[in-house]
C-alpha cells in the first residue's frame, strides 16, 4: 500500500512511540509510508521514511495568541496544515490515509485530503476531552487564568469539530474500550470503530533478570496532582512493611515539577527516608531501568469525571514486557485493572492491606532469587506489543483500502 499518514508532532522524550512503531512496521513489511505532522521537537530517532515537518506556529506569545483567536473563529490551523499537506503530495497518488490524533487536530485535513484522493481515511484517537471533563484545560497548551474563561467555549467547539470529523471517517480506532464505546455513541456505529491499545515495544522491554542489591520500586516519566494520580495507598504501607530505607527503596526518574509533588507528599505521609530522586532519564535508558527494578510502579487513581476515564498508560505496558511485577495505585477500577487482572501483571490496589501483602510477597521472592519476574500470562502479553498492535492496524488498512478499489 502507498499511506500517507497525518500526525500531531513527535514531541520528546518518547517521540510518540505508538506511530513510530507503525510506520517502522508498515515500512518493514514493505509498504511505502510518508508522514506529514506538526513541527515539534528536533526529530533525534532514526526512521527509514520520509517525515515532512509544518510549522504552524512560528513561536512567542503574540502568535500563539493570534492563531488561537483565528481558530476559534474557522478552524485556522487545519486550514495551513492542510494548505502544505497539500503542497507536499501534489501529483502522488496514495491508497489510503492514516491520521492520529491527541485531541482534534490534524482530524479535517485527513479526510479533506482522503476526499480530494478518493480513497479511504482512518482515524486513531489517542485521547478524548470526555475522559476527563473535569480537567479540559489539559488539553490547551496555555493554562493561563485569563484563558479560563474561553476555555469552555473552546473545548465544546474542538467536540463539536471533532465529532463531524469522526462521522466522515471510514474506520476509527481507539485506545480503551471506555474510548471504544464513547465513539459509538457518537458516530451512531455508523463507522466501524476498534480498540488498540497502547503497547509495548517487544524488541526493547524484555524480560532480563538482573541482580539488585536493593529491594527498588522504581517510577519513571511524569507525576499529575491528585485528582488524577494517588500514591497515598504505597505511601501508607511503606512503613507497614517494617523494611528500612537500606533494605527498600522507591525510585523516582522524574521531572523537577513532580519531584517537588512527591516530596511534598511524602513528608507529609512520613516517608521520606524510602524515597530516592534520580531526575529524568532518556527514553533509551527506560527498558533497563525496568529490568533491574524489584517492581514497578503505575500510579493512577479510580476512575471517574475528575480523574479520568479508559487511561491505559503507556508504563503499565512497558512493565508487561519486561515482566516485573506491576503495583498500580491508587486502582482505576476500569480499563487498566482489568488488563493488569487478565494478564496476571501484578496488583491494582484498592487497600493499604492488599499494597502490604504484595510487597512483602515480592520482597520475599528477591531476598531468594536477588530478582523479580512476574508470572504473566503469555497469551496475553503478546496481544499487547506494539507490533501486534501495529499488525492490527496494517489489516484494517488493507481491508479499507480493498474495500475503496472494490467500490470503484
Not at 522504581?218 to 495507598?233: C, E, K, M, N, S
Not at 515480592?362 to 499488525?391: H, I, M
Request: aromatic residues 10%; proline residues 5%; hydrophobic residues 40%.
Amino acid at each position: 500500500m502507498r499511506i500517507l499518514i497525518l500526525s500531531d508532532g513527535f514531541s520528546a522524550p518518547a517521540y510518540k512511540p505508538r506511530l513510530r512503531v507503525l510506520c517502522d512496521y508498515l515500512y518493514q513489511k514493505g509498504h511505502s509510508v510518508e508522514v506529514v505532522c506538526e513541527q515539534a521537537d528536533p526529530l533525534t530517532f532514526a526512521h527509514d521514511y520520509p517525515i515532512q515537518e509544518v510549522a504552524v506556529y512560528k513561536g512567542g506569545f503574540a502568535d500563539w495568541a493570534v492563531k488561537n483567536a483565528l481558530n476559534m473563529v474557522f478552524e485556522w490551523k487545519e486550514q495551513a496544515f492542510e494548505r502544505q499537506v497539500r503542497k507536499w503530495i501534489n501529483g502522488k497518488t496514495y491508497d489510503i490515509v492514516f491520521c492520529t490524533s491527541f485531541h482534534t487536530f490534524p482530524l479535517r485535513t485527513a479526510n479533506n485530503i482522503a476526499a480530494h484522493l478518493h480513497v479511504p481515511c482512518v482515524l486513531d484517537l489517542r485521547d478524548m476531552v470526555e475522559q476527563a471533563p473535569a480537567n479540559h484545560m489539559l488539553y490547551l497548551k496555555h493554562h493561563a487564568a485569563w484563558f479560563k474563561p474561553f476555555a469552555n467555549l473552546y473545548t465544546r467547539l474542538n467536540i463539536c469539530r471533532r465529532n463531524r470529523e469522526l462521522k466522515r471517517a471510514n474506520a476509527i480506532t481507539a485506545v480503551s474500550p471506555w474510548h471504544t464505546d464513547l465513539v459509538k455513541k457518537i458516530t451512531g456505529n455508523s463507522v466501524p470503530v476498534y480498540t488498540i491499545y497502547n503497547g509495548y515495544d517487544k524488541d526493547l522491554f524484555v524480560p532480563k533478570e538482573k541482580h539488585s542489591p536493593l529491594f527498588r520500586i522504581v517510577y519513571t516519566g511524569r507525576v499529575f496532582p491528585a485528582p488524577q494520580q494517588d500514591p497515598t495507598l504505597l505511601f501508607q504501607a511503606l512503613p507497614l512493611l517494617h523494611l528500612t530505607p537500606e533494605q527498600v527503596v522507591v525510585e523516582w526518574y522524574i521531572d523537577p515539577k513532580s519531584e517537588a509533588l512527591i516530596r511534598s507528599l511524602a513528608q507529609e505521609t512520613g516517608v521520606e527516608p524510602w524515597m530516592q530522586y534520580k531526575g529524568m532519564v532518556r527514553h533509551d535508558d527506560i527498558p533497563s531501568l525496568l529490568q533491574e527494578a524489584s517492581v514497578c510502579l503505575v500510579l493512577t487513581n479510580t476512575a471517574n469525571d475528575e480523574s479520568g476515564h479508559g487511561k491505559m498508560t503507556t508504563k503499565f505496558f512497558e512493565a508487561l514486557g519486561v515482566e516485573k511485577p506491576v503495583l498500580c495505585v491508587t486502582s482505576d477500577e476500569e480499563c487498566l485493572a482489568d488488563v493488569i487482572q487478565d494478564t496476571h501483571a501484578g496488583l491494582s490496589a484498592t487497600s493499604v492491606e492488599q499494597v502490604v501483602d504484595f510487597l512483602q510477597d515480592k520482597y520475599a521472592e528477591w531476598q531468594e532469587k536477588g530478582f523479580t519476574r512476574q508470572a504473566v500470562n503469555p497469551d496475553k502479553k503478546c496481544l499487547f506489543s506494539r507490533q501486534n498492535q501495529a499488525a492490527q492496524w496494517e489489516r484494517l488498512l488493507q481491508e479499507q483500502a480493498d474495500h475503496f478499489k472494490h467500490l470503484r
